[in-house]
């Protein structure tokens, strides 16, 4: 038996415009519904490795969370374009360390020029974690990390 939506017949929905009217297939937890894809979290991830990235995207719920990839030289400058709800940085990222982004994006913070929103550093070693603090990250996951432990480093509190 195949999902339809429901027939959408209420004003607020027609006030919105048309470009950006876009159903996602995946349905609401417990209700059925479809979810509008602009009401996802943004998660602004900072890793160059592939197998990190496939990681992440699959360690999330699509219909919860949006994950954009960004550069560590342009860091900022995608935090400021798409505010994301939380960051999630690779302590290895290729061209400049991962504290060395947490830097960037914390002094941004400070000068009010991107929101705040938690960093969350992926050490390779348990021993890292002392640089994690050093460098401002709000929490941090040992690589490699399950599905359970980055869902629970995303949720507040």
């Keep these: 038996m195949s ?3 429901p027939l959408v017949t209420s004003t607020a929905f027609r006030a919105i415009p048309a470009s950006i009217k876009v159903w996602q297939a995946w349905p609401l937890r417990h209700r059925g519904w479809p979810r509008l894809h602009w009401l996802a979290m943004k998660l602004l991830l900072v890793a160059d490795t592939q197998w990190v990235r496939n990681d ?3 360690a999330l719920p699509s219909s919860d969370w949006s994950v954009h990839f960004a550069d560590p030289r342009m860091v900022v400058e995608a935090a400021a374009a798409h505010p994301p709800a939380a960051a999630v940085i690779d302590m290895q ?3 400049m360390g991962g504290m060395a982004v947490i830097r960037r ?3 941004a913070m400070a000068m009010r020029e991107i929101g705040h929103f938690p960093l969350i550093l992926l050490l390779d070693r348990p021993a890292d ?3 994690a603090r050093r460098a401002g990250a709000d929490r ?3 690589k490699p ?3 359970q432990q980055l869902r629970k480093a995303l949720s507040p509190g």
């Design 3 to 5: 999902w339809n939506p």
């Design 56 to 58: 992440v995207a699959a």
């Design 93 to 95: 990222v290729g061209s």
């Design 105 to 107: 994006l914390r002094d």
């Design 129 to 131: 974690d002392f640089l």
């Design 140 to 142: 941090s996951l040992i």
């Design 145 to 147: 990390f399950t599905a």
